[in-house]
């Protein structure tokens, strides 16, 4: 495996019963459905002209369209916080 083509990402997120549920129904959270090109992005899928290389979160969010378009057009654009292996 060439660790050039990986992402590694660690943390720790716990809920107690019920409480994610609740956060996406107040609109804390957003859920997609998305193509393996997202998922695979930093494993060196080839982009499009369209996508954005530096911030996955406003791409998926553009291409849900409507109002997660528009939250990705005011909220979008600091960049993936993402650090390359050496």
């Given at each position: 495996?060439?660790?050039?083509?990986?992402?590694?990402?660690k943390?720790?997120?716990?809920?107690?019963?019920?409480?994610?549920?609740r956060?996406?129904?107040?609109?804390?959270?957003?859920?997609?459905?998305?193509?393996?090109?997202?998922?695979?992005?930093y494993?060196?899928?080839?982009?499009?002209?369209?996508?954005n290389?530096?911030?996955?979160?406003?791409?998926?969010?553009?291409?849900?369209?409507?109002?997660?378009?528009?939250?990705?057009?005011?909220?979008?654009?600091?960049?993936?916080?993402?650090?390359?292996?050496?």
């Amino acid at each position: 495996m060439d660790p050039h083509k990986a992402l590694f990402v660690k943390g720790h997120a716990s809920w107690v019963p019920g409480q994610l549920q609740r956060e996406i129904q107040k609109g804390v959270w957003y859920t997609a459905a998305v193509s393996s090109d997202f998922i695979l992005r930093y494993a060196g899928v080839e982009l499009t002209p369209e996508d954005n290389a530096n911030d996955l979160w406003t791409d998926i969010l553009s291409c849900m369209g409507g109002k997660y378009e528009k939250i990705a057009c005011r909220h979008g654009g600091t960049g993936d916080s993402r650090k390359v292996m050496p």
